[in-house]
């Protein structure tokens, strides 16, 4: 009977101790039980090797003891590992362009060669996949052991749907297809749709664009603190001196500056879209949440315009200068300088704008609730 004791003591070991005591006990008897009627059939008492056959039978003790255990038995369990799923492929999609941008970035550039900075980007890529795999299992590890699910699991709206072709769509042999036709994107038998039938197909509901924002977000969190190791983009590497300024030095300022203010906006952002998608999208928490991080935004940009390295390139003090430099942009002459000033220039105002429009429609929703 040694054996079956050390067999119980195998499967105690992995058991609650509240339960351990009437757990082992059960288990001794259904093993008893067994033992006494393979007595009986052979009509002898059972040799070790015999004894150890039928705990075999019973099972391996750790298999047996998670039959008694309660709560998930699975890393992630069958109703969340579509989800798993579908988050892996999304943020390698959104990983795979940072990865390209970073390359294309090095390349043209002139940092390194064309061949080092893609087998570069690839390792990049690759390690960043199993950094993005782990994180996304490890949310799902946490997912599987709540005992109420987000409400976008359960409470899903036929609007969501358009969200998950994204990732029903990277697959090899769906590519290898359209490739062969050529590039061909339309399905087959699809027919081709006018421009408000486009817009209004890929309209998604604030729950799916939630999620679609999360992941978005997380992967850029990960790329932009260094924790997702694809090719990085180096400021002083990509850019030098044009116009007779530094730009790589001033865009490697604005970067050490920039840092903190990006990573802690990445991150409640992602905390944000997260909270957003449990509560269903809620239209006054969404405004809310416009209103703020259009609000950190603009002051960004304002910190861009006023007090950033980049400011005595950009900065203009009047509307007459701002339509000078404009102006002289499109009418350069081979001695002119400034045009990648003006047009980095126009694209923080033109920013701003946009944060501000942002704010003031989000405020319309606010007070609507629509």
Known sequence: MDLVESYLKAVAAQLPKATREDIVAELRDEIMGRLEALEERLGR???DDEVEALLREVGH?????????????????PELYPWWLFA????LLVMACVTLIGLAARVLGGDVYAGQAIGQAFAGLFS?????????TLIGFVLERQEKKPDFIAKWRVKDLGLFELGGDIDAETWGQRLARGGATLREGAAAKSGPEVRKSAEMSPVARAVSSAIAWAVLLLWWTGLLPVASIRPDEVAGVLDGVDYGRILAEVEAAAYWPVTLFAATKVVFDLMRAAAGGDVRLTALGDI?????????LLWLWFWSPLTPVIWVGTVTEFAERLQSTFHRTAGDGGGLAA??????VWAFLGEIWRMVRAAGRLVAGR
């Open 88 to 91: 892996v492929k999304t943020a």
């Open 292 to 300: 703020g991080f259009g609000a950190a935004a603009a002051w960004g």
């Open 45 to 47: 008492t059972p040799s």
């Open 61 to 77: 003790p750790l298999t047996v003891a998670a039959r008694y255990r309660s709560g998930p038995q699975a890393l992630i369990g």
């Open 343 to 348: 047009i980095l220039m126009l694209i923080v």
């Open 128 to 136: 960043g996949a199993v950094t993005v795999i782990g994180v996304v």
